[in-house]
């Protein structure tokens, strides 16, 4: 693992390195040289197994925090690399070209957190909702409560007691 | 086209096949009335769970397809944003119905790695012997649940009757049948209770009795082996390339399990061999679920034989109520009956996690790779392809 995060430091200046645990490790890389780091890692360093990509949504400074995990099935080793993008214009390179289920994740991210990936296949086709109109509902300031109480409840026809009140009204 | 002489010599059309365009895609002009669309699903008795496939068909041949899911979205990972880390155990364990066990496990071990927990030996096996007996009740399901898609449907009850069985135990150890919230952050929440061991026994010599019948069932079957040898071919160079794990990529000669290449709890201290095919047909990932199943039948015994007769369960842990985990981020993984099956966690330091992401095996195998797969297919055997992937839609919309 370590002539890995040697050979990426020196390649593509990842920082914030964490060793997790023995065959795991976190580095940090900036947003254009990403999809480049990824490349090389498949192609190069045997990392052809992708796990997942995911987002992190921090709010309270402005960003979008991307996750891409990839494993190397030989030397049973996981790299996860850390992207930081900015929340309002959020938009990155796309990675589909590498392996065919990246399009489905960049899809899941395009609806659920409002990041955009152009030319990934089908990614402005709806994935799990369907005539969404709200936010992003995965962005931190989506209020599911609100969203939920604003529209399936109240439904007509269905009343509300306070419970001590209910009681105190039932026992008298 | 020549006259048909008999239907042995039946040819498909090709020329009402779609033609390709400059780009590489196919030529579907829905109004040149070569072309059907028909929607299996979402509530479709070969629907493994609520998906639909969108197909599009020239004669009885799948031209393109295409998954759509969402009829069970509840947004559980947004929901564990704002739930305390113990909140999210009732949680977790409905992303999948199959089993369940593998979420409570992988999120209670992201919790003790990022917090520096170790957790006693005697949980460390009465965890392993709980994710054994979820992979059991899921292969009781799925390996009859193959015969069913060819209407050999008295597999499936023999299964479900002995499924109900396994559920039984669990119900003993753990107070419920489908989800238990038996793991718990620091360890498990309590020891077999007395003469588990003689009821488990009882169960498995039925089950071996199953196998036995199951074999004769789907395995020596000729209508079993007309209908999967030689269709739903997985491509060995796609494995990666789709991301595929589990039972389908072993079918392939790959021999990966999270259990042998990342051992955790006690798997490093059961003897097994990790089982694999080579035809990467449906065939051939039956016969590798059927191996798995002999094996967890296997595991099971030596589980029960080395298991410790008394010990500590669970490892102090703050006060769940106000438990602040770390700030921290990691991915830890387990081998559920389905294949990798992880769990990407990231805490803030707060209460609450910050994000929780599932990693299910359908996520890419019913989508992706099933689009793929039905391309040329016949649409009579649409769901035996999707029910050899194993697929479970509620892992891949959380």
Same mark, same amino acid.
């Given at each position: 693992m370590e002539n890995i995060i040697k050979d990426i430091q020196n390649r593509f200046e990842v920082s914030d390195i964490v060793n997790q645990r023995d065959n795991i490790t976190f580095v940090t890389c900036e947003k254009e040289k990403t999809i480049a780091l990824i490349t090389h890692m498949k192609k190069n360093?045997?990392?052809?197994?992708?796990v997942l990509m995911t987002a992190v949504d921090w709010i309270e400074d402005g960003l979008f925090q991307l996750t891409y995990i990839l494993n190397n099935p030989k030397k049973k080793l996981d790299v996860a690399i850390r992207t930081f993008i900015s929340r309002e214009n959020a938009t990155m390179e796309t990675a589909h070209k590498l392996w065919k289920q990246v399009s489905t994740y960049q899809r899941e991210l395009k609806e659920m957190f409002g990041i955009d990936f152009p030319g990934s296949p089908r990614v402005n086709e709806s994935f799990i909702l369907e005539g969404w109109n709200d936010i992003p509902p995965y962005r931190r300031d989506f209020q599911t409560k609100e969203y939920a109480e604003k529209t399936y409840f109240p439904r007509p026809g269905r009343k509300t007691n306070d419970p001590s009140e209910y009681m105190k009204k039932n026992m008298s | 086209m020549k006259k048909q002489k008999n239907i042995f010599n039946w040819q498909a059309d090709r020329s009402k096949y779609p033609e390709k365009k400059k780009n590489g895609k196919l030529d579907i002009?829905?109004?040149?009335?070569k072309f059907v669309k028909l929607w299996q699903g979402p509530n479709h008795p070969g629907i493994t769970g609520n998906m639909s496939l969108e197909l599009t068909i020239s004669g009885d041949e799948v031209v393109e397809a295409k998954t759509h899911v969402g009829y069970l979205h509840r947004g559980f990972e947004k929901l564990m944003e704002r739930r305390l880390w113990i909140q999210c155990f009732p949680t977790c364990v409905r992303m999948c119905v199959a089993e369940p066990d593998y979420n409570e496990y992988l999120l209670a071990k992201s919790a003790e790695e990022l917090s520096g927990i170790e957790i006693p030996e005697m949980a460390e096996w009465l965890r392993t012997l709980v994710l054994e007996m979820a992979r059991l009740q899921s292969l009781l399901r799925t390996v009859p649940g193959q015969a069913g898609t060819l209407s050999l449907g008295v597999g499936v009850q023999w299964g479900v009757y002995l499924r109900d069985l396994v559920l039984d135990l669990f119900e003993e150890l753990t107070g419920g049948r489908v989800y238990h919230m038996y793991i718990i952050p620091g360890g498990v929440r309590g020891l077999l209770p007395d003469g588990f061991k003689k009821r488990m026994e009882e169960v498995l010599k039925k089950i071996d009795e199953f196998v036995k019948n199951i074999e004769n069932l789907m395995f020596n079957n000729i209508v079993f082996k007309k209908r999967t040898i030689g269709v739903g071919y997985i491509k060995p160079s796609w494995i990666d390339k789709y991301g595929i794990v589990g039972p389908n990529a072993r079918a392939a000669g790959f021999k990966r399990d999270v259990r042998k290449?990342?051992?955790?709890?006690k798997y490093n201290e059961l003897d097994f061999e990790v089982t694999s095919e080579k035809d990467s047909d449906i065939f051939a990932r039956s016969m590798v679920r059927k191996k798995e199943l002999i094996m967890t039948i296997d595991l099971i015994r030596q589980i029960m034989a080395k298991m410790p007769k008394k010990g500590d369960i669970k490892a102090p842990t703050p006060n769940v109520l106000h438990w602040k985990i770390p700030k921290g981020e990691t991915y830890v993984r387990s081998e559920s009956s389905r294949g990798e099956y992880g769990f990407y966690t990231v805490s803030?330091?707060?209460?609450?996690?910050?994000r929780i992401n599932l990693r299910g095996p359908s996520y890419t195998h019913a989508i992706s790779l099933l689009e793929r797969m039905?391309? $040329?297919? $016949?649409i009579a055997d649409v769901h035996s392809i999707m029910v050899s992937l194993q697929t479970c839609p509620p892992e891949i919309e959380r």
């Amino acid at each position: 693992m370590e002539n890995i995060i040697k050979d990426i430091q020196n390649r593509f200046e990842v920082s914030d390195i964490v060793n997790q645990r023995d065959n795991i490790t976190f580095v940090t890389c900036e947003k254009e040289k990403t999809i480049a780091l990824i490349t090389h890692m498949k192609k190069n360093l045997g990392f052809k197994h992708f796990v997942l990509m995911t987002a992190v949504d921090w709010i309270e400074d402005g960003l979008f925090q991307l996750t891409y995990i990839l494993n190397n099935p030989k030397k049973k080793l996981d790299v996860a690399i850390r992207t930081f993008i900015s929340r309002e214009n959020a938009t990155m390179e796309t990675a589909h070209k590498l392996w065919k289920q990246v399009s489905t994740y960049q899809r899941e991210l395009k609806e659920m957190f409002g990041i955009d990936f152009p030319g990934s296949p089908r990614v402005n086709e709806s994935f799990i909702l369907e005539g969404w109109n709200d936010i992003p509902p995965y962005r931190r300031d989506f209020q599911t409560k609100e969203y939920a109480e604003k529209t399936y409840f109240p439904r007509p026809g269905r009343k509300t007691n306070d419970p001590s009140e209910y009681m105190k009204k039932n026992m008298s | 086209m020549k006259k048909q002489k008999n239907i042995f010599n039946w040819q498909a059309d090709r020329s009402k096949y779609p033609e390709k365009k400059k780009n590489g895609k196919l030529d579907i002009d829905m109004s040149s009335g070569k072309f059907v669309k028909l929607w299996q699903g979402p509530n479709h008795p070969g629907i493994t769970g609520n998906m639909s496939l969108e197909l599009t068909i020239s004669g009885d041949e799948v031209v393109e397809a295409k998954t759509h899911v969402g009829y069970l979205h509840r947004g559980f990972e947004k929901l564990m944003e704002r739930r305390l880390w113990i909140q999210c155990f009732p949680t977790c364990v409905r992303m999948c119905v199959a089993e369940p066990d593998y979420n409570e496990y992988l999120l209670a071990k992201s919790a003790e790695e990022l917090s520096g927990i170790e957790i006693p030996e005697m949980a460390e096996w009465l965890r392993t012997l709980v994710l054994e007996m979820a992979r059991l009740q899921s292969l009781l399901r799925t390996v009859p649940g193959q015969a069913g898609t060819l209407s050999l449907g008295v597999g499936v009850q023999w299964g479900v009757y002995l499924r109900d069985l396994v559920l039984d135990l669990f119900e003993e150890l753990t107070g419920g049948r489908v989800y238990h919230m038996y793991i718990i952050p620091g360890g498990v929440r309590g020891l077999l209770p007395d003469g588990f061991k003689k009821r488990m026994e009882e169960v498995l010599k039925k089950i071996d009795e199953f196998v036995k019948n199951i074999e004769n069932l789907m395995f020596n079957n000729i209508v079993f082996k007309k209908r999967t040898i030689g269709v739903g071919y997985i491509k060995p160079s796609w494995i990666d390339k789709y991301g595929i794990v589990g039972p389908n990529a072993r079918a392939a000669g790959f021999k990966r399990d999270v259990r042998k290449d990342y051992p955790y709890l006690k798997y490093n201290e059961l003897d097994f061999e990790v089982t694999s095919e080579k035809d990467s047909d449906i065939f051939a990932r039956s016969m590798v679920r059927k191996k798995e199943l002999i094996m967890t039948i296997d595991l099971i015994r030596q589980i029960m034989a080395k298991m410790p007769k008394k010990g500590d369960i669970k490892a102090p842990t703050p006060n769940v109520l106000h438990w602040k985990i770390p700030k921290g981020e990691t991915y830890v993984r387990s081998e559920s009956s389905r294949g990798e099956y992880g769990f990407y966690t990231v805490s803030d330091g707060s209460k609450t996690p910050r994000r929780i992401n599932l990693r299910g095996p359908s996520y890419t195998h019913a989508i992706s790779l099933l689009e793929r797969m039905l391309v $040329n297919a $016949n649409i009579a055997d649409v769901h035996s392809i999707m029910v050899s992937l194993q697929t479970c839609p509620p892992e891949i919309e959380r």
